[in-house]
């Protein structure tokens, strides 16, 4: 997956020659923390509520807040905006993007194509997304969760079970566990068909010694949201 696949392309931006009091009420109005700075279909800086606070109070420490308003209306967004701006290109491997919001703990990233466009911008929410649609939320289905040994061979045999009850696998993960001695790995499988046949595959993975730790219909996950 790229990021292109997941940026949201409709992105709310300002220029760098309106007011940060402009870009405080665009961000108030659109519920977002971050804006874009566009010139010239270019992308300029990013300005951001932390930006507006931080700018602020070292630029007004002495007024009241009717100065202070006032001093916002005058300032542009190019005087408090960030040049420095970390962005990823729409061919970025979705995983790069995610560690990058995640060591930086960013809200979002720019979205710039090989002209300095911006193409879009890509969030944690969009993330948390692509999580769900990859996990198999939106398909009803039986989640099984299995404690797997860190063994060659062991997950081909897990699906092999599975297979041979002619159940359809919606979604497959695997995790290794924090804290954990031995390697092992959480894998947290998906599948749908006919309740006898996820009846009789979870008999026979029980049979082949596999740890299943849990059995859980989507449908009792979803009824706790």
Sequence with gaps: ??????????????????????????????????????????????????????????????????????????????????????????????????????????????????????????????????????MGFSHQSTRIAILLEDRKGALAEMTRIIDSHELNIVSLATFFLKNTEGGARDVVIRVNGEQSKIDAAVRDLRSADFNLVSIIEMNDIMNDV
Excluded: C, Q
């Design 1 to 134: 997956m790229f990021v292109k696949n997941w940026m949201r392309r409709e992105v709310i931006t300002i220029s760098p020659d309106e007011t940060i009091l402009d870009a405080k009420h665009i961000m108030k109005e659109n519920g977002i923390r971050r804006l874009p700075v566009v010139e010239k279909n270019k992308l300029a800086g990013i300005i951001t509520e932390k930006d507006i606070k931080e700018y602020s109070p070292s630029k007004a420490s002495s007024l009241d807040v009717y100065e202070l308003k006032r001093l916002l209306a005058k300032t542009l967004v190019k005087d408090a905006m960030n040049v420095n701006v970390i962005t990823v290109h729409p061919e970025t491997p979705i995983e790069k993007a995610a560690l990058i919001l995640r060591d930086k703990r960013f809200g979002g990233l720019p979205v710039v194509n090989d002209s300095g466009e911006l193409s879009g911008i890509i969030t944690a929410v969009d993330l948390f997304d692509i999580f769900v649609e990859s």
